[in-house]
């Protein structure tokens, strides 16, 4: 049995190349739904018309210059589930919007970027999904791999690194190189603020780069992004000040909303907000190595602390090059 604890974007693409080369797997996730930090939330309760409407409030696009990325992207655009968003975004300081920059062609989910996630793992009749499952503990005794006392011939690990430690089991010294391995990079914070309003008060924007603010680093423009016009933005706070208030995070809604009116210039208030905590939102460094496979244990990790990241397609290759490396330890092994 190959079980990947893991359920974003690195743990699909893991459990999709064991079963590409003949592996059944099972997935363990412990959240309700599937995609991770590739996160969609549908608005309820606003008082306005998006009720309903789902909203991205985790990564905020996608990029594709991988070969192979590029083809399940193709994919998803030729089945309506992805766009090309822009290429294009505004520069702003704590005073307003001062430029724009060009860059790679950015990507957006049609669904909200939960929907990749959940069509790809539609794709994988060899895998078994469990949703609400949490794993605590990944072990080594008596030359046996368990995951919650369930023997297992390999398991792999997809998600931030200090989430992974958590659940490896200190006490075995065959666990040492891995958990050494998930040691040597930090992990920032943020928070993701939506706020939903009556109308679009701004000036037309994708999405906006905030440089040396002390509250906002980045102002995505879902309506634009989601391509329904929506009056709808998410800001992203600055991974300092969200580290200072992990334990209350509604505590900087006000100073949000005070720096979304003075960057954007705004005329409105936002009838509905909302925040989500990412503990551990992006790593501020990455390894240049793909992903990590012991090969006693048979304990891999993979995420966008691999490959270069920290991206989603970066986590996509970082899951799919376990998947392969583990496949061919195990077809070694039998
Ligand atoms: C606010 C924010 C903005 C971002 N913006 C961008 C962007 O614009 N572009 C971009 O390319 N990337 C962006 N990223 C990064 C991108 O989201 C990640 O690189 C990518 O989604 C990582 O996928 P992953 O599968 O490696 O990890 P995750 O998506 O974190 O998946 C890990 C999974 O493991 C599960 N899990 C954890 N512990 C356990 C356990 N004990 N038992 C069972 N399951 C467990 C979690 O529930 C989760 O589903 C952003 C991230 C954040 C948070």
């Not at 690195?10 to 064991?18: F, H, I, M």
């Not at 860059?103 to 049609?110: E, L, N």
């Not at 208030?245 to 005329?267: E, G, M, N, T, Y």
């Amino acid at each position: 049995m190959v079980i990947v604890v893991g359920g974003g974007i690195s743990g699909v693409a893991c459990a999709a190349e064991l079963n590409a080369h003949g592996f059944e797997v099972e997935l363990l996730d412990r959240g309700h739904k599937l995609g991770g930090r590739m996160a969609s939330r549908v608005i309820r309760d606003s008082g306005t018309d998006y009720d309903g409407r789902v909203v991205d409030i985790g990564a905020s696009y996608f990029t594709a210059s991988d070969e192979k990325f590029l083809t399940v992207v193709e994919d998803w655009k030729a089945r309506g589930l992805a766009r090309g968003w822009t290429d294009a975004f505004h520069l702003a300081s704590p005073q307003g919007v001062s430029g724009v920059r060009a860059g790679p062609m950015r990507y957006a989910a049609v669904g909200g970027l939960r929907s990749l996630i959940e069509d790809l793992a539609s794709q994988l009749p060899n895998t078994a999904f469990q949703r609400n499952h949490n794993v605590e503990l990944v072990s080594f005794t008596d030359g046996h791999l368990t995951v919650d006392s369930r023997l297992v011939d390999a398991v792999a690990i997809c998600m931030p690194d200090p989430q992974a430690r958590a659940i490896l089991d200190v006490r075995a010294p065959e666990m040492a190189a891995t958990i050494e391995a998930t040691c040597g990079v930090v992990w920032e914070p943020t928070f993701a603020v939506t706020a939903v309003f009556q109308t679009a008060s701004w000036s037309p924007f994708d999405g906006v780069f905030v440089n040396d603010d002390s509250v906002l680093t980045w102002i995505a423009n879902d309506g634009s992004r989601r391509g329904d016009g929506a009056p709808v933005l998410v800001a992203h706070v600055n991974p300092v000040l969200a580290a200072g208030h992990l334990a209350d995070p509604a505590a900087v809604i006000p100073r949000v909303l005070a720096a979304l009116q003075r960057i954007l210039a705004l005329s409105e208030q936002p009838i509905w907000v909302d925040i989500q905590r990412w503990t551990y939102a992006r790593p501020l460094i990455a390894w240049a190595d793909d992903c990590y496979l012991d090969d006693d244990t048979n304990v891999g990790l993979a995420s966008d602390a691999w490959a270069g990241g920290p991206r989603i397609e970066t986590a996509w290759q970082s899951g799919t090059a376990l998947g392969q490396r583990m496949a061919e330890r195990l077809t070694a092994a039998t």
